[in-house]
């Protein structure tokens, strides 16, 4: 896993964007230097490896395109949510405007196909396909998850299906990215991107449960930030799901409350949580999904021992301190 992130991180760090214009290409270089794990392309490269491709650097500019779209979606997501900061640093639309923002972005995604450009030409086809498919669906997730944030109720189903296609479909993209490079079988193909759309939702339920239960010098994040902002996570809506009659005015009450004028509002949230047991019930299905996704990973037609640095990754990514 070691080698194929320093891969990745060399690769990006030795990008070349033009130097002008400026307010194009400064906020690309500024925002790639930002860091992150980088695991979406070390998925790639990961799956490649993993399939037997013969030389990994064939697999590096799909990578890089799986990483460039991702930071395209986080400027634009920060814009958006109007947030101002990424990693501890200031926002693109922060530190420059919103139209630098957005025309970076853009940026960010055609150079995204610029790198698909570069994978070998057998191959360009079959992941243009992939990539086009999971670009879209982050799309749609985006959309879902801003349309929920007016919404006064929305169902489980939704709620998972909005995770899927915000989170998860990139990470089970990134992976068959990699198969494809590797001349797996189109069913390996499949059960890799399995894998990583379940893994994806499961890791996602894991952060619901973390933002309200996490500790935070392990976290990265506040604490109870979710609650409050009303962001509809797992918890809150399993709980509008189960809450009886008696206990929705005080639940509405809550949510009607800033830390101004209720200082209690996250405690008072957190009690209603405990009552009806929503943090069981997300650890839970954070299970089901994960078993689902190695019930994929065990399907797949190469022997084991190429598996465990999947393994080891998804794990790590899984098992977080709380």
């Known amino acids: 896993m070691q080698h194929l992130q320093k891969l990745i991180f060399d690769s990006i760090q030795n990008s070349q964007f033009p ?66 900061l990424r990693r501890g640093k200031e926002t693109v639309h922060e530190k420059w405007d919103l139209n630098v923002a957005i025309l970076s972005g853009d940026g960010l995604l055609v150079k995204a196909y610029v790198e698909l450009a570069n994978c070998p030409p057998i191959y360009i ?19 879902m998850d801003m349309d929920y944030e007016q919404a006064d109720h929305i169902t489980m189903f939704q709620y998972i299906e909005m995770i899927r296609l915000k989170t998860s479909v990139l990470l089970g993209g990134a992976l068959q990215m990699g198969a494809i490079l590797a001349n797996a079988s189109l069913e390996d193909q499949k059960l890799i991107y399995e894998f990583g759309e379940n893994i994806g939702i499961a890791f996602q339920l894991q952060d619901d449960v973390l933002d309200a239960y996490g500790n935070p010098e392990t976290f990265g994040k506040q604490i109870g930030g979710d609650i409050l902002i009303n962001k509809k996570t797992y918890l809150l809506v399993k709980l509008m799901e189960l809450i009886v009659e008696e206990d929705k005015q005080i639940l509405q009450e809550l949510l009607n409350a800033t830390t101004a004028n209720n200082p209690n509002k996250l405690e008072g949230i957190l009690d209603l949580y405990r009552k009806y047991d929503v943090k069981i019930l997300a650890d839970q299905l954070k299970d089901d999904f994960t078993q689902k996704a190695f019930e994929r990973l065990s399907a797949l037609s190469i022997p084991n021992d190429k598996k465990e640095a999947l393994i080891t990754l998804s794990n790590q990514l899984l098992i977080r301190e709380q």
């Not at 214009?21 to 925002?31: E, H, T």
């Not at 490269?45 to 986080?74: Q, R, W, Y």
């Not at 990539?131 to 669906?137: K, L, P, S, V």
């Open 19 to 84: 130097n002008q214009p400026s307010n194009l290409y400064d906020p690309i270089r500024y925002f790639l230097s930002l860091g992150g794990k980088r695991i979406r392309p070390a998925l790639t490269l990961m799956a490649a490896e993993m399939f037997g491709i013969k030389d990994i650097t064939d697999a590096v500019p799909a990578a890089k395109s799986i990483e460039f779209f991702h930071n395209f979606s986080l400027i634009h997501d920060d814009v958006m949510d109007k947030a101002p």
């Open 125 to 143: 086809s079959d992941l243009l396909k992939t990539f086009n498919r999971i670009a879209i669906e982050v799309c749609e997730g985006q959309q």
